[in-house]
C-alpha cells in the first residue's frame, strides 16, 4: 500500500457528521467530494498547498513555502515533515527539515531542499514546481530540537545543507528575542554555496549574542573538530546541535567523547548521497545479485545501491516509500541470502524476513519475493 | 436475483465446468499452428509493447484519470442535484441520465481499471487497487480475487475460468446441455439487469463452497461482506437520497408539503433505480461481447499444460473480442472495447490501449492470428445468437474469423 499523509486530528462531532453523510456518497467518502472544493480540507491526510517558491540566491536551494490544511499540528524548530509530491505522474515521498519559524505570521510552513541533479524530488521542486501544486503531508519527525527551558549557551555546528534545521531555531530564537549567546560555525564549499546568507549574516549584524563563523572549505579546508578551541574556546560548557554530512558528525562525536560531555553534544543526520537515498556511514559491503521472484527479474548492485534501486534500473515495478527506511512501504519477503544495511552497515537476513529495499544491499546473491 | 442465482442446488454440480471431450471439435488452435519458436518471438514481440508504454508513462496519464474521477464526481453531484426536482418529468429525465453516465464511467473506466492496478505505478494511496472500492454489490476484494486472478489468469480455460458463462450458461458448443439451458434466454435478460447483484454471488464462488475447497469461514466472511455492502448501496440508492429529494421538494413547495414530498421520494428512488438497471445492462453487454461473440475460442485444461509467456499471450488473444467505436464509446465502455489489448496487459492503463491496438492487430496479421473486432451492433447479436442457439442441444462452433481481418 502507497503511503500516505498524516492522519489529522479531527473533532469527534466532526467525524460522525462526517460518517453520516458517507450513507449519501458510499462507497466514497464526503471527503471524496468536499476535495473538489479544496483539497486540504482532506480528515484522511494532511495536505498542503504550495504558496510561493524561492530561489535561495546562488545556493542551488530553493525555499518552498506551503500552506497546511487547518489541522497541521505545528512543529518544534529542528524537526522534519514527510513531503509526499507527484513527479511525473508518481507519488514520491521524501523527509525534509522544516527551515521556517512554527509561528511564522503568513501561517505557512517552510522546506529548502537543495538540488541534486541526480535525484528525482529536488530537481522537481527546485526547479519545475508551481504554487498551487498540492502535496501530502507525513507526520512531523525528529528529536532534534532546543531543550526547554532553553539553555544558556548554545554553540551551532553546520554543514551544506545541514543548516535547515539550525535555521528554523535560529528564526524561533530571534523572533523570541532570546537569540542570547549562539556561536554558529557554519561550513560550505564556496560563499555562494551558503545557503540563507545573507539572513545569518543580518542575524550577526542585528544580534549582538549571535556570532556566525562561516568556513569556506574550497580555501580554508574542512574543518577539524579540534579547530573549536579557537573558534569558541568555551564549547565544552555549552549544548550544541550539529547537522552536517557523516563524516563531519563522526568527527565531532568522537571529539565530544574523549574530550567533554557527549550527552550535550546533538546530532541530526540526513540522507544526502543522493535525493533521499541513504548514504551509509556503515561500511561498502560487496554487493551481489538479486533475484525478484514474483516479477521474473534479476538484477545486480555494486554494494552501495539498494535493492529497490536495482530493481528500478532493470526495470522492476516495485513499491516504495520513504526510500530512507522510515515508512515500510518497500518491504518484500527475503527467501534466501544475505543483506547488508546501508545506514549501519550491518549484514543480516532471515529467509522469510521482511526486508526494506531502499535501504538494504545484497552481500552476495539474494532471492526476494517481489 | 433469480433462483438459478441464489440457489446452486437448481444447478446441475458441473454446469459451464464441463470436462468432458467434445462433441464438436473446435477449428484447430492457432496454438498447434505456430512452432514453439515462433510463439517464443511472439510473446517478446508483446512484451516490448508493454514495456515501452511502461517507460512513457507520466504526467499526462495521471492527468487523464483524475480528470475522469473528477468528472464522475461532478456528474454525480449534478445528478443528485436534478432529481431533488425529479417529480418534474424533464428534471427526472435529465437526472437519471446523469446519474447512469456517471455510475456507467464510476464501474468501467474507473472502478474496474484501477481495482485491476492498472494505476498502482503512480503511488498514490487514493488511486491504488488496494484501496478502491467501488459503487456495485461487489465488495472490492472479492472481485479482485474472483476476476484479476481467476479469470486473468485462466481466461476461457473450461472448467477452470468460471466467468465463461458466469457458471450457469451454456455459450460454448463444447459444454454439455443439461435441460435447463432451455431457459437461459431467459435468465440472461434477469442477469442483465441485475448484473451487479450476479457479478457479486459469482465472487462467492458456490463449487468451491460445497466442495470445501473455500473454507467456510472465509464464505461466511464474504457473505457479511456483500451483506454489507448491498446495505450501504440500498440505503444510499433507495432510502437516503429518496428522503433528502423529498425533504428537499416538501421544503420547496409552498401548498402540500407533504404530497409533494412522498411523490419527489417515489420519483428520486425510481431514478435511482432506472440508473442502476442501465448501469447493469451497459455492463452485461459490454463484457459478454468482449468474451463470447462466437468466434472466441475456449480451452481444455491440457491443451494449457506447460504454457509459455507466449502461448499465454496467444490464448489472450483467441479468448477476447474487440467492439468498434469512437472515443466516447471506448470511455464509456471503460475501454473493454479493446479488450483483446486489455486482456494481453491487464495491468496496462486503459487509456493506452487504444495507442497499442494498431500494433497488436499487426501482430496478429504477421503470426496469422484472428483479432477479433466489429461493431457493437454485430457483436451484441452475436451474443444473443449463440445464448439462443445453445440453449438447445448440439449447436456447431462457427467459423473463425481469417487472421488478423476485421
Not at chain 1, 549574542?209 to 578551541?229: C, I
Amino acid at each position: 500500500m502507497p503511503e500516505r499523509g498524516a492522519a489529522p486530528q479531527v473533532s469527534p462531532v466532526r467525524r460522525r457528521a462526517l460518517r453520516l453523510i458517507g450513507s449519501f456518497t458510499s462507497p466514497l467518502a464526503p471527503d471524496d467530494y468536499l476535495e473538489l472544493v479544496n483539497p486540504l480540507w482532506s480528515t484522511r491526510e494532511l495536505r498542503g498547498r504550495v504558496e510561493r517558491v524561492r530561489h535561495e540566491e546562488g545556493s542551488g536551494a530553493v525555499t518552498v513555502s506551503i500552506r497546511p490544511g487547518w489541522e497541521w499540528p505545528g512543529h518544534l524548530p529542528g524537526q522534519y515533515v514527510r513531503l509526499g509530491i507527484e513527479v511525473d505522474g508518481v507519488h514520491h515521498w521524501r523527509a525534509y527539515s522544516l527551515t521556517s519559524d512554527p509561528l511564522a505570521g503568513d501561517g505557512c510552513i517552510a522546506i529548502t531542499p537543495k538540488l541534486v541533479p541526480s535525484g528525482k524530488v529536488s530537481p522537481y521542486l527546485c526547479s519545475r514546481v508551481r504554487p498551487g501544486t498540492i502535496v501530502r503531508l507525513g507526520g512531523v519527525e525528529g528529536t532534534f530540537v532546543l531543550p526547554d527551558p532553553l539553555p544558556a549557551r548554545l554553540l551551532f555546528v553546520s554543514a551544506g545543507s545541514g543548516v535547515t534545521p539550525i535555521i528554523s531555531m535560529l528564526r524561533s530564537l530571534a523572533r523570541r528575542e532570546v537569540l542570547g549567546d549562539v556561536v554558529h560555525v557554519h561550513c560550505a564549499r564556496t560563499p555562494e554555496q551558503v545557503i540563507f546568507s545573507r539572513e545569518l549574516r543580518g542575524l550577526h549584524e542585528r544580534h549582538r549574542g549571535y556570532r556566525l563563523h562561516t568556513r569556506l572549505t574550497a580555501t580554508q579546508g574542512r574543518l577539524a573538530p579540534a579547530e573549536l578551541d579557537g573558534l569558541c574556546p568555551d564549547w565544552r560548557e555549552r549544548e550544541t546541535f550539529a547537522c552536517g554530512p557523516t563524516g563531519l558528525l563522526d568527527a565531532l562525536g568522537e571529539h565530544w567523547r574523549s574530550d567533554a560531555d557527549p550527552a550535550r553534544m546533538h546530532v541530526e543526520r540526513f540522507g544526502v548521497g543522493g535525493d533521499g537515498i541513504v548514504a551509509g556511514d556503515g561500511e561498502r559491503g560487496c554487493g551481489g545479485t538479486i533475484d525478484f521472484c514474483a516479477s521474473a527479474l534479476s538484477a545486480s548492485s555494486d554494494g552501495t545501491q539498494p535493492i529497490l534501486v536495482a530493481g528500478e534500473s532493470a526495470g522492476a515495478q516495485l513499491p516504495f516509500g520513504c526510500r530512507m527506511g522510515i515508512c515500510h512501504s518497500c518491504v518484500g519477503r527475503l527467501r534466501s541470502g544475505q543483506v547488508r544495511d546501508l545506514r549501519s552497515g550491518r549484514v543480516h537476513g532471515q529467509p522469510g524476513e521482511l526486508l526494506r529495499t531502499c535501504v538494504n544491499a545484497p552481500e552476495g546473491a539474494i532471492e526476494i519475493d517481489l | 436475483m433469480s433462483a438459478t442465482l441464489t440457489d446452486p442446488s437448481t444447478v446441475p454440480a458441473a454446469l459451464g465446468a464441463d470436462p468432458q471431450p467434445a462433441s464438436h471439435p473446435q477449428e484447430e488452435s492457432p496454438l498447434t499452428r505456430l512452432s514453439p519458436e515462433q510463439i517464443e518471438r511472439l510473446g517478446q514481440e508483446l512484451d516490448a509493447i508493454h514495456e515501452e508504454v511502461f517507460a512513457d508513462l507520466g504526467e499526462r496519464d495521471s492527468r487523464y484519470i483524475r480528470a475522469v474521477i473528477r468528472a464522475h464526481r461532478q456528474l454525480v453531484l449534478g445528478a443528485r442535484a436534478l432529481l431533488a426536482g425529479s417529480r418534474y418529468r424533464p428534471l427526472w429525465l435529465a437526472g437519471t441520465a446523469a446519474l447512469s453516465i456517471a455510475k456507467i464511467l464510476e464501474n468501467m473506466e474507473i472502478g474496474h481499471n484501477v481495482m485491476h492496478g492498472q494505476w498502482d505505478w503512480m503511488n498514490d494511496p487514493d488511486i491504488n487497487s488496494q484501496t478502491w472500492d467501488w459503487d456495485t454489490a461487489s465488495p472490492a476484494q472479492a472481485w479482485r480475487h474472483s476476476h484479476n486472478y481467476e479469470h486473468h489468469t485462466f481466461t476461457n480455460i473450461r472448467g477452470k475460468d468460471r466467468d465463461l458463462g458466469y457458471e450457469i450458461m451454456r455459450i460454448d458448443p463444447q459444454q454439455r446441455w443439461y435441460p435447463i439451458y432451455v431457459l437461459q434466454p431467459l435468465y440472461n435478460l434477469v442477469l442483465m439487469g441485475f448484473f451487479e447483484w450476479g457479478v457479486a454471488l459469482h465472487d462467492l464462488n458456490f463449487d468451491a463452497i460445497r466442495s470445501g475447497e473455500k473454507p467456510k469461514e472465509q464464505a461466511i466472511a464474504e457473505l457479511k461482506a456483500i451483506g454489507g455492502k448491498a446495505r450501504r448501496q440500498v440505503v444510499k440508492d433507495y432510502i437516503a437520497f429518496p428522503a433528502l429529494s423529498g425533504a428537499l421538494s416538501a421544503a420547496a413547495s409552498g401548498g402540500s408539503r407533504r404530497r409533494s414530498g412522498w411523490r419527489t421520494f417515489k420519483t428520486t428512488l425510481a431514478a435511482n433505480f432506472t440508473a442502476n438497471i442501465v448501469r447493469n445492462v451497459w455492463a452485461h453487454s459490454i463484457i459478454f461481447c468482449g468474451h463470447f461473440p462466437d468466434q472466441t475460442y475456449t480451452f481444455a485444461e491440457d491443451e494449457v499444460a506447460d504454457e509459455t509467456r507466449g502461448g499465454w499471450y496467444v490464448r489472450q488473444l483467441l479468448g477476447a473480442a474487440n467492439i468498434d467505436g469512437g472515443p466516447l464509446f471506448h470511455l464509456l465502455s471503460g475501454n473493454l472495447s479493446f479488450q483483446v489489448e486489455h486482456h494481453l496487459y491487464p495491468d496496462m492503463p486503459s487509456s493506452r490501449y487504444a495507442q497499442v491496438a494498431p500494433r497488436v492487430r499487426d501482430v496478429c496479421r504477421r503470426y496469422g492470428l484472428p483479432y477479433n473486432t466489429g461493431p457493437f451492433s454485430r457483436q451484441l447479436g452475436s451474443v444473443h445468437r449463440t445464448i439462443l442457439r445453445l440453449a438447445f442441444p448440439g449447436g456447431e462452433p462457427r467459423a473463425k474469423p481469417m487472421p488478423g481481418v476485421q
